[in-house]
């Protein structure tokens, strides 16, 4: 009898194991607000159990949803130096589904541009640009911004399109987006410059760059076919040497 007990004890230990683990992630579970701290505890305590990725993706997701995406991507978040947690963070955010999803439910520009920067290819990345051409814009219009002047404008053609030359004169990417008849976006590297084509009508322009404490700019034009042209610069105004930028429209093709 003796020789029985031995042999089942280390049976009895494990099924002893996975009843707790599996009473503990559904005690977790059930909760509404899972802190940060009971997650972490639970993979204290059961790094091993079948419930353990399941757990450490609902983690996942609720960094994602409490930090921002640079600090996700920086690693600036609080839950210890779970390298797991971590490879599901960056699981979850290589899913096009998910970052689709997350951007919508999101809606602000940094999800967007992540969405834009990930999946270039992506199947809603038509959906997804539309919508943050219309988030830059608005947001631009009703937040402090700096206000466009008119393009330069050149020769008439007449055409049912105008064409545009773009010319970036700082050293940050450039984003202008345009918003009526059409809705086009367009990033501008370092010192780069770029044409587009655009259908003619009254447009609500916004013009950044990726760099803090840089204002953004707001404008309309009215295109009616013509050749139009603008550079864009940083300019550094005031004695506490605080930037804004400026555009220099005044190049005439």
């Not at 930090?67 to 690693?75: E, F, H, P, V």
């Not at 051409?133 to 466009?148: A, C, N, P, R, Y």
């Not at 990726?210 to 610069?233: C, I, R």
Request: proline share 4%; hydrophobic share 30%.
């Amino acid at each position: 009898m003796n020789k029985i007990i031995l042999l089942t004890l280390p049976l009895l230990m494990v099924l002893s194991a996975c009843d707790s683990a599996e009473r503990d992630y559904k005690r977790l579970m059930s909760s509404d607000n899972i802190s940060m701290t009971e997650y972490r505890e639970y993979l204290e305590k059961h790094p091993d159990s079948p419930y353990a990725s399941i757990v450490r993706d609902s983690a996942a997701n609720r960094l994602i949803d409490t930090y921002s995406i640079q600090d996700i991507l920086n690693r600036e978040y609080y839950f210890g130096n779970d390298d797991d947690v971590y490879y599901s963070i960056m699981r979850l955010l290589n899913s096009e589904d998910y970052v689709r999803n997350l951007a919508l439910r999101k809606d602000q520009i940094e999800y967007y541009e992540l969405y834009l920067e990930k999946f270039p290819q992506g199947r809603h990345y038509h959906q997804i640009e539309l919508l943050l051409i219309d988030k830059e814009v608005d947001e631009t219009f009703s937040g402090e911004h700096g206000i466009l002047p008119p393009l330069g404008k050149g020769t008439r053609t007449g055409k049912s399109y105008s064409t545009i030359s773009l010319e970036n004169k700082t050293q940050y990417e450039l984003i202008v987006s345009y918003k009526g008849p059409d809705k086009k976006r367009i990033v501008i590297v370092p010192y780069g410059k770029t044409n587009i084509n655009i259908g003619n009508g009254h447009y609500k322009v916004a013009a950044r760059v990726k760099a803090a404490g840089v204002l953004p700019y707001a404008g309309e034009e009215n295109l009616d076919g013509s050749n139009y042209n603008s550079s864009y610069y940083i300019e550094f105004r005031g004695s506490h040497f605080n930037p804004s930028i400026s555009f220099n429209p005044n190049f005439k093709l």
